[in-house]
């Protein structure tokens, strides 16, 4: 696996907002306040109602139970219904975020997300201070039940996409399927897509007083047997409603579908909002066949696993040769005085106000290497620490208009460390930070430089830019 700061930062709700509504189980009246959070800090519930008010973190190895919706416990406090609440949080790009209740079941409102991203859209989002580190697959991530049939998997990819389908040998529904393709879709593919069940689940949930909440306006209930006109008014009594019909789809009550898959859409609605509960951004295609609340945790486990083995690459930045440059080779020799056969960097891949990323493409061709433990060639070690100050010092020289009339100077090398020899064929990942602001034109960068996931290299540095003397 491997792991990278984006160039975005992370995201917590701009202000306070609150809303309420019903548990769909419970029957009780909640009202739910998001709060803004803390960098790092994800997604946590805390249950006001209860003395000392205790804390959940959105945490799949807190998942206590699956059966109708998901629900978490810690420190005595249980919260269920989350995910609806947890896919919007994501779909609206936040990372951080305090969610005050007074009751243990999130609302269902209509039986979406939609209502949630509408309060907080109400409000906006604010960057933080902080980078939002993403975890990329190297591999993929696989999780089969093969009692429920069920089959999930995670493939590399670029960004965060999913794909479901489902499967349930009904007539009504058919076989669908679902797909978003960028998280930034969410609202408008995917936020407004209803829950869904069977009417023989309806009777057996009222049956058994399990749906407390519920209501013909806040889940599609597919008819899946025939059905009495004296049933029907049996359900209408319930419900509260002068009358019930059947949509000749086989809809009750004649309800409007938002999307001829809305049910498949759901189903990725409730993918989203349980692997929140891996508690990582990841960037990853997953395929979903079947899935429900109880294989979604067991993958958000599985994935949450696999990045804690790998948690030692947080920050490594990743290298792929095929996308475009921020700057080539050609580009970099105009805004750098150094030229064969000085110049140590071939391409910057990734550059903000505060970190560039460059490369390095070490070949057996380097001049140094005819003298340099000749037999057994090794980059020296003090050229690694100038191809560090050349990215550097192309961060530097970026916020000048007139690069070329400028030269970059050592002042100071400090804390440095060689980790693993460099040979021909390594391909220096080189990573500079600013430790601390611009002073007089002086920079302070921290450097590590990597093959692959390897560190190789640190340093922290300290150079001055000083503008040309006009001959």
Known sequence: MQVH???????????DVTFSGVGL???FNVTITIKPANVGL????????????PIVKADCDLVVDTSRGTTIEQNGARISTIEHLLAALVGCGIDNALIEINAPEVPILDGSSREFIEAIESVGTQEQDAKRVVYKLDSNIHYYDPVKNVDMLAIPSQNYQITTMIDFNSPILGT???SLKNIAEFKKEIGNCRTFCFLHEVEYLLDNNLIKGGDLSNAIVVVDKPVTQEELNHLAKVFNKETIEVKQEGILNNLQMNFPNEPARHKLLDVVGDLALVGYPIDAHIIASRPGHATNVEFAKKIKQYIRSNKHLAGIP?????????????????????????LLVDKIIEMSDK?????????????FFTGHFPGNPVMP??????AMAQVGGILALNNYSDPENYDTYFLK????????KVIPGDSLIINMELSSPVRRGIFEMKGTAYVGNKLVTEAELVAQLVRKEKK
């Open 5 to 15: 700061s984006t160039s975005t930062n992370q995201h917590t709700i701009k202000e």
């Open 25 to 27: 189980h419970t029957g």
């Open 42 to 53: 994800g997604y946590r519930f805390q249950r006001i109602d209860l003395p000392e008010k």
């Open 176 to 178: 669908q399927h679902a």
């Open 318 to 342: 990743t290298y792929d040769p095929t996308q475009s440059p921020v700057y080539d080779i050609n580009q970099i020799e105009r805004i750098l005085p150094h030229k064969y056969p000085f």
């Open 355 to 367: 970190h560039v990323v460059g490369i390095k493409n070490v070949t057996m061709n380097e001049q």
């Open 381 to 386: 070690g003090v050229l690694q620490i100038e």
């Open 413 to 420: 090398i400090d804390k440095v460390k060689f980790k693993q």
